[in-house]
């Protein structure tokens, strides 16, 4: 398969129209007209992930998260991001990302988080079929068991999982977005919220406006949407490439010292 052509089965999967303005999705770098028979899937581009790349023998990585985004101005190569680029396009491989057009489509990053914590009859945040995030349901519960449920279906982190939220309390509605998700806390209206990436005062007001009465729980940003790759895999596979999932971890943490 050709890039162009992957593009165009890339388009009809993650339609850039469904990307976020401030996004960057699509071919970041490598020929339209490269061959690619063997591609690697990850949720991040990596040094460890572009040799896993090459010694896959794999031509093109399709990532989640773009490697060119958010104030880039030099791709100097005594610097990571140039390095990167510069050895990529020296070993003809080609780099890709689906990035927000990934999060709020069908089979999707938010979408198959949902599906690996059990949770059913979602719908995206605003009710609708497809867009960000999903809430729906799961058997009534403690909390804590719900806890269990997600600590054994995410890959595991240095910093493990937080929540706000009485582990006594019976849950039943779950929301869920994958990434950095908190700017759409005040959107839906659910028994527990799981996000990534919670900044100090959006939780403390979540825990004062809760009143005991609903829980908030963060989870790695790596590890929610990782889940995301054994789904796009089998996508490929079904478009007739031959699909590696990356084993490289890249949560960025090494460790929790208390």
């Not at 493990?160 to 806390?185: D, H, K, L, R, Y």
């Not at 009465?213 to 007739?240: C, F, N």
Request: aromatic letters at 6%; a negative charge; charged letters at 20%.
């Amino acid at each position: 398969m050709k890039t162009s052509e992957f593009l165009s089965w890339a388009e009809s999967v993650w339609p850039i129209s469904a990307s976020e303005d401030w996004d960057n999705p699509g071919l970041i770098s490598g020929s339209l007209d490269s061959e690619h028979s063997k591609v690697l899937v990850t949720v991040d581009i990596t040094n460890e992930v572009l040799q896993e790349a090459l010694d896959s023998h794999c031509t093109l990585v399709i990532a989640h998260h773009p490697l060119l985004l958010g104030g880039i101005d030099s791709l100097r190569q005594d610097l990571y991001k140039g390095a990167l680029l510069a050895k990529a396009i020296k070993n003809d491989v080609s780099l890709f990302a689906a990035h927000t057009n990934a999060d709020v489509v069908s089979g999707g990053v938010s979408d198959s988080l949902a599906k690996k914590f059990g949770i059913e009859n979602t719908t995206a945040l605003d009710g609708n079929p497809e867009g960000h995030g999903r809430v729906g349901n799961i058997t009534p519960q403690k909390l804590s068991k719900f806890l269990e449920t997600i600590k054994k279906a995410l890959p595991e982190t240095a910093r493990g999982i937080s929540f706000i939220g009485n582990p006594e309390m019976q849950v039943q509605t779950v929301a869920v977005v994958a990434g950095s998700g908190m700017s759409f806390v005040n959107e839906v209206s659910a028994d527990v919220f799981i996000t990534s990436d919670i900044k100090h005062h959006p939780a403390l007001d979540f825990k004062q406006q809760s009143n005991g009465e609903k829980a908030l729980v963060e989870i790695s940003h790596y590890a929610a949407e990782s889940i995301w790759l054994e789904g796009v895999s089998k996508q490929l596979l079904a478009s007739g490439l031959e699909v590696v999932i990356s084993k490289t971890n890249t949560d960025p943490w090494d460790g929790v010292f208390r």
